[in-house]
Protein backbone atom coordinates (compact mmCIF):
# COMPACT_ATOMS: atom_id res chain seq x y z
CA UNK A 1 0.00 0.00 0.00
CA UNK A 2 2.52 2.48 0.66
CA UNK A 3 4.02 2.20 -3.16
CA UNK A 4 1.00 2.77 -4.69
CA UNK A 5 0.20 5.91 -2.89
CA UNK A 6 3.70 7.48 -4.35
CA UNK A 7 2.69 5.92 -8.27
CA UNK A 8 -0.75 6.88 -7.65
CA UNK A 9 0.30 10.40 -6.65
CA UNK A 10 2.99 10.78 -9.66
CA UNK A 11 0.11 9.76 -12.72
CA UNK A 12 -1.86 12.64 -10.92
CA UNK A 13 0.75 15.19 -10.96
CA UNK A 14 1.83 14.23 -14.10
CA UNK A 15 -1.77 14.59 -15.57
CA UNK A 16 -2.31 17.87 -13.61
CA UNK A 17 0.98 19.11 -15.53
CA UNK A 18 -0.10 18.62 -18.76
CA UNK A 19 2.16 15.74 -19.58
CA UNK A 20 0.85 12.69 -21.77
CA UNK A 21 0.05 9.29 -20.06
CA UNK A 22 2.39 6.77 -21.07
CA UNK A 23 1.21 4.46 -23.85
CA UNK A 24 0.12 0.95 -23.11
CA UNK A 25 2.65 -0.93 -25.18
CA UNK A 26 0.63 -2.29 -28.94
CA UNK A 27 -0.70 -5.83 -29.29
CA UNK A 28 1.15 -7.73 -31.98
CA UNK A 29 -0.82 -8.50 -34.78
CA UNK A 30 -2.46 -11.75 -35.35
CA UNK A 31 -0.64 -13.12 -38.55
CA UNK A 32 -3.04 -13.71 -41.64
CA UNK A 33 -4.78 -16.55 -41.87
CA UNK A 34 -2.94 -19.15 -43.92
CA UNK A 35 -5.49 -20.49 -46.85
CA UNK A 36 -3.76 -22.76 -48.96
CA UNK A 37 -4.73 -25.97 -47.90
CA UNK A 38 -0.94 -27.44 -49.40
CA UNK A 39 0.84 -24.94 -47.51
CA UNK A 40 3.13 -26.25 -44.58
CA UNK A 41 1.49 -24.07 -41.77
CA UNK A 42 -2.30 -24.29 -43.15
CA UNK A 43 -3.98 -25.53 -39.96
CA UNK A 44 -6.86 -28.06 -40.84
CA UNK A 45 -9.43 -28.71 -39.27
CA UNK A 46 -9.19 -32.79 -37.81
CA UNK A 47 -11.23 -34.87 -40.03
CA UNK A 48 -13.93 -37.56 -39.46
CA UNK A 49 -12.45 -40.90 -38.71
CA UNK A 50 -13.48 -44.79 -39.51
CA UNK A 51 -12.10 -48.14 -40.75
CA UNK A 52 -11.23 -49.44 -43.45
CA UNK A 53 -11.39 -53.46 -43.51
CA UNK A 54 -9.35 -55.04 -46.39
CA UNK A 55 -9.29 -59.13 -47.18
CA UNK A 56 -5.87 -60.53 -47.71
CA UNK A 57 -5.00 -63.14 -50.58
CA UNK A 58 -5.49 -65.91 -47.74
CA UNK A 59 -8.48 -64.54 -46.70
CA UNK A 60 -7.76 -62.80 -43.46
CA UNK A 61 -9.23 -59.21 -42.57
CA UNK A 62 -6.87 -56.72 -41.56
CA UNK A 63 -8.35 -53.20 -40.31
CA UNK A 64 -6.89 -49.59 -40.78
CA UNK A 65 -8.03 -46.57 -38.71
CA UNK A 66 -8.57 -43.43 -41.11
CA UNK A 67 -9.01 -40.47 -41.63
CA UNK A 68 -11.97 -39.70 -43.93
CA UNK A 69 -11.10 -36.95 -46.28
CA UNK A 70 -14.84 -35.96 -48.25
CA UNK A 71 -13.69 -32.78 -49.07
CA UNK A 72 -11.98 -30.77 -52.19
CA UNK A 73 -9.81 -29.45 -49.31
CA UNK A 74 -9.10 -32.37 -47.32
CA UNK A 75 -8.49 -34.36 -50.61
CA UNK A 76 -5.98 -31.91 -51.85
CA UNK A 77 -4.35 -31.48 -48.54
CA UNK A 78 -3.72 -35.14 -47.88
CA UNK A 79 -1.02 -36.44 -46.14
CA UNK A 80 1.04 -33.71 -47.04
CA UNK A 81 3.89 -32.48 -44.59
CA UNK A 82 3.60 -35.45 -42.06
CA UNK A 83 7.05 -36.90 -40.64
CA UNK A 84 5.14 -40.32 -40.15
CA UNK A 85 1.97 -42.51 -40.06
CA UNK A 86 2.09 -45.22 -37.88
CA UNK A 87 1.56 -49.08 -39.10
CA UNK A 88 -2.53 -49.67 -39.02
CA UNK A 89 -2.98 -45.64 -39.72
CA UNK A 90 -4.01 -44.10 -42.72
CA UNK A 91 -6.07 -41.47 -44.78
CA UNK A 92 -9.16 -42.74 -47.26
CA UNK A 93 -10.19 -40.01 -49.99
CA UNK A 94 -13.75 -40.11 -51.19
CA UNK A 95 -14.41 -39.17 -54.23
CA UNK A 96 -17.98 -38.00 -56.11
CA UNK A 97 -17.61 -40.26 -59.13
CA UNK A 98 -15.94 -43.34 -59.97
CA UNK A 99 -13.39 -42.15 -62.19
CA UNK A 100 -9.49 -42.47 -62.85
CA UNK A 101 -7.80 -40.81 -59.98
CA UNK A 102 -4.14 -39.94 -60.06
CA UNK A 103 -2.39 -38.86 -57.06
CA UNK A 104 1.24 -36.86 -56.83
CA UNK A 105 3.51 -36.78 -53.75
CA UNK A 106 4.41 -33.30 -53.47
CA UNK A 107 4.81 -32.14 -50.08
CA UNK A 108 4.53 -35.58 -49.05
CA UNK A 109 7.53 -36.12 -47.11
CA UNK A 110 6.93 -40.29 -46.22
CA UNK A 111 6.57 -42.87 -48.63
CA UNK A 112 2.79 -44.47 -48.73
CA UNK A 113 0.59 -47.35 -50.66
CA UNK A 114 -2.05 -45.93 -52.63
CA UNK A 115 -4.87 -48.73 -52.58
CA UNK A 116 -7.40 -48.04 -55.30
CA UNK A 117 -10.97 -48.87 -54.09
CA UNK A 118 -14.14 -49.30 -56.80
CA UNK A 119 -17.72 -47.93 -56.26
CA UNK A 120 -18.25 -51.94 -55.16
CA UNK A 121 -15.20 -51.84 -52.68
CA UNK A 122 -12.63 -54.04 -54.72
CA UNK A 123 -9.12 -53.26 -55.02
CA UNK A 124 -8.99 -51.82 -58.40
CA UNK A 125 -5.16 -51.13 -58.05
CA UNK A 126 -2.20 -50.68 -55.16
CA UNK A 127 0.57 -48.25 -56.14
CA UNK A 128 3.43 -49.58 -53.91
CA UNK A 129 5.93 -47.77 -52.06
CA UNK A 130 5.43 -43.78 -53.76
CA UNK A 131 8.15 -42.07 -53.83
CA UNK A 132 8.08 -38.79 -51.06
CA UNK A 133 8.18 -35.09 -52.61
CA UNK A 134 7.79 -36.15 -56.51
CA UNK A 135 4.95 -34.43 -58.86
CA UNK A 136 4.94 -37.52 -60.66
CA UNK A 137 1.08 -38.38 -61.00
CA UNK A 138 0.44 -42.03 -59.79
CA UNK A 139 -2.54 -44.05 -60.94
CA UNK A 140 -3.28 -47.36 -61.97
CA UNK A 141 -5.37 -46.31 -64.84
CA UNK A 142 -8.79 -48.27 -63.69
CA UNK A 143 -11.85 -46.25 -62.25
CA UNK A 144 -11.71 -45.88 -58.54
CA UNK A 145 -14.02 -43.84 -56.19
CA UNK A 146 -11.96 -44.14 -53.04
CA UNK A 147 -8.24 -44.19 -52.52
CA UNK A 148 -6.61 -45.75 -49.15
CA UNK A 149 -3.32 -44.60 -48.48
CA UNK A 150 -0.95 -46.51 -45.79
CA UNK A 151 2.28 -46.72 -45.30
CA UNK A 152 4.69 -47.79 -47.68
CA UNK A 153 4.97 -51.13 -47.71
CA UNK A 154 1.87 -52.39 -46.06
CA UNK A 155 0.18 -53.67 -48.39
CA UNK A 156 2.95 -56.14 -49.62
CA UNK A 157 3.59 -56.97 -46.16
CA UNK A 158 0.12 -58.17 -45.15
CA UNK A 159 -0.52 -59.61 -48.50
CA UNK A 160 -3.38 -56.92 -50.19
CA UNK A 161 -3.78 -57.30 -53.79
CA UNK A 162 -6.13 -56.08 -57.11
CA UNK A 163 -9.48 -57.54 -56.85
CA UNK A 164 -9.09 -57.81 -52.50
CA UNK A 165 -12.69 -57.14 -50.56
CA UNK A 166 -13.18 -53.83 -48.71
CA UNK A 167 -15.47 -52.78 -46.20
CA UNK A 168 -15.96 -49.30 -44.62
CA UNK A 169 -16.90 -48.91 -41.04
CA UNK A 170 -18.07 -45.31 -39.92
CA UNK A 171 -17.94 -44.25 -43.71
CA UNK A 172 -21.81 -44.61 -44.37
CA UNK A 173 -23.92 -41.65 -44.94
CA UNK A 174 -20.57 -38.80 -45.69
CA UNK A 175 -21.46 -36.51 -47.63
CA UNK A 176 -18.48 -36.08 -50.23
CA UNK A 177 -18.13 -32.55 -51.52
CA UNK A 178 -17.44 -32.08 -55.27
Not at 12 to 21: D, I, M, R, T, Y
Not at 43 to 57: F, I, N, S
Not at 84 to 109: C, D, I, S, Y
Not at 147 to 167: A, N
Request: charge should be neutral; glycine fraction near 10%.
Amino acid sequence: MVVAVPLLASACQQEAQGSAPRATPKAAEPRPRVTDVTAEDYVMQPLPRGHVRLEDAFGGAHRVEVEIAATAGARARGMMWRKELAEGKGMLFLFPHEEVQGFWMRNTLIPLDMVFITSDLRVAGIVSRAVPRSLESRSVGVPSQYVLEVPGGWTEKVGIRKGSTVRFEGVAGMGIEP
